[in-house]
């Protein structure tokens, strides 16, 4: 993947206020190190990276504020968050009895509820590029790290 075509700084526009579980807060973490590590980001257009990365949820969107590596703005993308309500809600259904599951049940119903979790989270994440199709290109590790961190933007406390 070409080096230039990435992200190399992010930022998530969170409320400090909240108060995360501490499964959460780490699904978090690793979004963001996985995503920095390796992504493929390439806004359409005649648009130089690598690029600084603010997501932000604004009026009933997700604002993808692409800038460049020195953070001046380069392009606004955003993206109706009415399509993700019903996927992230059943995410978090499904990660809250993934929780649990770990600390009450066998290997084989947490191995279930995770394969329903991953399922989710793929749906999300294919959501996500179809959404971002004509606007930005990414890859689907990039998507499903970018579907996380988009779940995370939806807990309000």
């Known amino acids: 993947m070409p080096r230039r075509q990435r992200i190399v700084h ?6 400090t206020q909240v108060r995360r579980r501490p499964e959460v807060e780490h699904e978090r ?9 390796e992504n493929y ?5 005649d648009y130089t990276g690598p690029y600084s990365l603010h997501l932000a949820v604004e009026d009933n969107r997700l604002i993808f504020d692409i800038r460049g590596e020195d ?7 955003p993206l109706p968050l009415t399509p993700f309500r019903s996927i992230v ?3 978090f259904l499904v990660c809250d009895s993934y929780y649990n599951a770990i600390r009450r049940s066998s290997p084989s119903q947490i191995e279930a509820i995770d394969m329903g979790r991953r399922g989710l989270h793929n749906e999300g994440s294919t959501l996500l590029k179809e959404r971002l199709a004509g606007k930005v290109e990414v890859d689907f590790d990039t998507a499903r790290r970018l579907f996380t961190l988009i779940c995370v933007l939806h807990i309000r406390g």
């Open 10 to 15: 992010l930022h998530l526009d969170e409320p």
């Open 41 to 45: 980001f390439a806004p359409v257009g």
């Open 89 to 91: 809600k059943d995410y």
């Open 29 to 37: 973490a690793i979004a963001v190190f996985d995503l920095l590590e």
């Open 71 to 77: 953070d001046g703005p380069l392009l606004a993308v």
